[in-house]
């Protein structure tokens, strides 16, 4: 596997028959049975995001590659390729934990170099995913963070933020911080299907109302939409309206990308549990990545109303707001990092 990019080699026998580039060990336990985890140590933590993606952050800190979410559209699947992974299977349980990226991450901060720019968590795999509860990285790259005064976002779909609830209130106190949610599913049946490994609709939207008790702003990534299955006015309207009642001060909604291996593996499932929709979504994403222009027109013309009505046009605080749409906008992002 290819992992000297991401940490430094040691070789202490714990993998037999692997190449052993970076790996400490991997670990199986009961508690999270199916998957692995791959302990490695990174030789920095501090990721600059290119100039030519466009992003309105230029710095991400990632502590997994890998996600236990399961989302069947996630489009970070593509990176598990480069370590000699499968995008499908493997993405969602062959988790790479940077065991050492709190102790790195401090070093980077004490750089007199270090600008104290914006950081984005979140922005490639989930922080808050399950492997957060055994390894509990968040809260020292959160206080490292805090004391060296550098602003950060948080995007995730776990429920296992409600821990770091103290730690981000006290940080909004002295840097700026925005904190988002992921909720794009509202049927419980479809959503144990495209989110297999996610906490249900109603946990999440019980972690937003907790996000606004501990006194911040809570802005929700609706997105994706998924074409015919979520992006019905009557789909809308009940999850807009939920998400309103729990206290949400806004919401971003675009529709669903599909980049790279995360097609196949996507229409593989479409295949499998709704064989009627594959001729729609071959002609709807014939021409690329992106849903085309009349969609998304009409997605936004459906949206704008329900938006307003409930209240949610509070826009994201930087970074989050560079999803490509804001408020009652509805939009394709000029770059799919986000999600």
């Keep these: 596997m290819r992992w000297d990019g991401q940490s430094v080699r040691v070789d202490d026998g714990a993998l037999p028959g692997l190449q052993r580039l970076g790996f400490v060990r991997s670990v199986r336990t009961p508690q999270f049975e199916g998957m692995t985890f791959h302990e ?11 100039d030519a993606s466009m992003l309105p952050f230029r710095y991400t800190v990632n502590g997994y590659r890998g996600c236990s979410h399961a989302c069947r559209y996630c489009f970070a699947r593509p990176t598990h390729e480069y370590l000699d992974f499968d995008p499908g299977a493997d993405f969602d349980s062959q988790v790479v ?17 270090w600008t104290r720019e914006t ?24 206080r490292a963070l805090t004391a060296s005064g550098t602003p950060f976002s948080i995007l995730t779909k776990g429920t296992l933020l409600r821990r770091d609830l103290p730690l981000i209130s006290e940080a909004a106190q002295t840097v700026p911080v925005s904190v988002s949610i992921s909720l794009a599913i509202g049927d419980p049946d479809l959503h144990r299907e495209v989110e297999p490994g996610t906490p249900s609709p109603q946990a999440r939207l019980g972690l937003i109302s907790a996000i606004r008790e501990a006194g911040l702003n809570c802005h929700v990534m609706v997105a994706p939409v998924l074409p015919r299955l979520t992006d019905s006015t009557e789909h809308l309207d009940d999850l807009l309206g939920r998400i309103a009642a729990a206290g949400a001060t806004g919401v971003t909604v675009f529709g669903l990308h599909l980049r790279g291996s995360t097609r196949g593996w996507f229409m593989q499932w479409l295949q499998a549990t709704h064989p009627e929709l594959v001729f729609e979504y071959r002609r709807l994403y014939r021409r690329g990545a992106y849903l085309p222009a009349d969609y998304r027109d009409e997605l936004r013309t459906r949206v704008a109303p329900l938006v307003a009505r409930y209240g949610l046009t509070g826009r994201a605080t930087p970074p989050m707001a560079g999803a490509g749409a804001v408020s009652s906008e509805v939009a394709a992002p000029a770059h799919p990092t986000l999600f």
Aim: aromatic share 4%; proline share 6%.
């Design 40 to 50: 490695v140590l990174c030789k920095s933590a501090l990721n600059k995001v290119p």
């Design 97 to 113: 934990v940077k065991t050492n990226v709190v102790d790195v991450l401090e070093r980077e901060l004490a750089r007199r170099s």
């Design 119 to 142: 950081v984005a968590l979140g922005t490639n795999t989930d922080p808050y995913q399950r492997a957060e509860g055994r390894y509990a990285l968040m809260p020292g790259i959160l």
